[in-house]
């Protein structure tokens, strides 16, 4: 009985948690990417960016307060810093908007043309990034690192395994919850969030409503910026913070949306935990797990690893794959907001 | 001159004309209806009426006021109310969310607006919480209906309003139509349905080529051997 309990542990530890926080993460990417497609109809690649770029305000926010000695322990400053890297964040995404978007806007372009502007925008906003802040690693975690950390649990429970819970884990599912909930909250019972369901719904019925589409257009950016940042930030606390890991969240992050069917953003957050979940169950070593579940002598040679941590990023791409061939509308059917 | 009037409306989308010099009017607290073949340029008509055409001749004046220039979220907000004819819900949003949309452009109270409008449609009361998408043709079109109406217009515009609806579904939506009318509200409506549309209209617009052919009451137009012959089929 001790020994199932103590593989349940070692899952709990290696994998549900570390599973439910990476899918927080890559819940409120999706969902920015989600709040995109069906209000502006495009693609957005710079998302991956645009995360990056909120993670590196905050960060410089937080080193700011961090050397004027304020902090909120046992939480990481960062959480102090993150409404000045969101308020930041979209100043620079409406500014953009206004540049770059509003002009093909105004053309009528198609999905496709703004699916290319956007490359370009994730192209500049990356080297932004990497100018002001460098392409290094940067840590910025302060705060008591475990709420429960591996050897508390053994003691407390006189069990062989530990079920750590970090800090940035906690953070991180806490948060995303919380946003998650505003998010619905806004979409489905304020004016403006109904406004803009609408708008995703019947651009033209929106106008003849009296809608006011820039308004519309403008309030989607201002939510696509928060949650960026804050999805960036909570990556970035999580694992740490270097601008290249960004661009190639970007296809996870993309995968989440669309297994969850595109457009949906109840799908986006179904998506982010499958996409988590997969990629953490095929790439596990179940080694120790299953020797605690098998009588005591037998010897197991390998790891019991499905795949190799390598093929990470390639669970995305299959899953992907699998989803667009046989149910392309995703999870959930694709609809709007 | 009559409260809502487009006059000698020449205009079409491209460089071709589809209208030619048209005219189309209708009073308050009256039913106007368009019909004509297909291809007449009933729904192009219409659509001139709200803006969504680009004139090169004639004008549209509303209640006195030359609106000709204005863009059609701009005459909703002058008091035009408009329902297309196809995709005219917000299908993922319930029935209630469709009518509270309607009156965005409101700022007081639209509670009273929403049980007016759940008095003339009933049934959509029962499926308010319901996504406009899951309900039937004619259901939606009564959706339709009330989401114009909750900006309360002096015209209310219809394009095609029975379009793929059974016939006891389009009787029954006529008298919603005529119940809106006494409400002193103009009507202005193509319909596809000729005969049973004009027995209910005090105006009636036959249209041919996008240019006036004839132009009467509902009733004299239904006796018109001519017009009963050409376009109700006898």
Known sequence: MIDVINAAALLGNFLVIPGLTYGSQLALGALGVTLVYSVLRFSNFAHGETMA??????????WGLQALGVSIQPLPTALLALPFGIIGTIAFTLLIDRSVYAYHRQRKASPVVFLIVSIGVMFVMGGLIRFIIGPNDQIFFDGARFIISARDFKRMTGLEEGLAIRMTQAVTILTAIVIVI????FLNHTRTGKSMRAYSDNENLALLSGINPQRVVMITWILVATLATI??????????FKPFVYMQLLLPIFASAIVGGVGNPLGAIAGGYVIAFSELILTFAYKKVIQYLTPDGIEIESL??????DYKIAVSF??????????PTGLFQGKTL | MSFLIGQQMTGGYGAADILHDCTIGVDKGEIAVIVGPNGAGKSTAMKAVFGMLPLRHGQVLFDGEDVTLLKPEERVLKGMGFVPQTHNVFISLSVEENLEMGAFIRQDDIRDSIAQVYDLFPILKEKR???????????????AVGRALMTHPKVLMLDEPTAGVSPIVMDELFDRILEIARLDVAILMVEQNAKQALEIADKGYVLVQGR????????????????RRAFLGG
């Open chain 2, 129 to 143: 919480k319901q996504p406009a998408g899951q309900l039937s043709g004619g259901q939606r079109q009564q959706v």
């Open chain 1, 231 to 240: 999805a960036g930030t909570l990556y970035g606390l999580d694992k740490s």
């Open chain 1, 182 to 185: 505003l998010l619905f909250w």
């Open chain 1, 318 to 327: 299959i899953i992907l794959v699998i989803v667009l061939v046989v149910r």
């Open chain 1, 304 to 309: 019991m690893q499905i795949l190799g941590t």
């Open chain 2, 212 to 227: 006036n052919r004839f132009t009467d009451s509902g009733e004299a137009l239904l006796a018109n051997s001519e017009v």
């Open chain 1, 53 to 62: 770029f909120g993670a590196m305000l905050t960060i410089l926010v937080t």
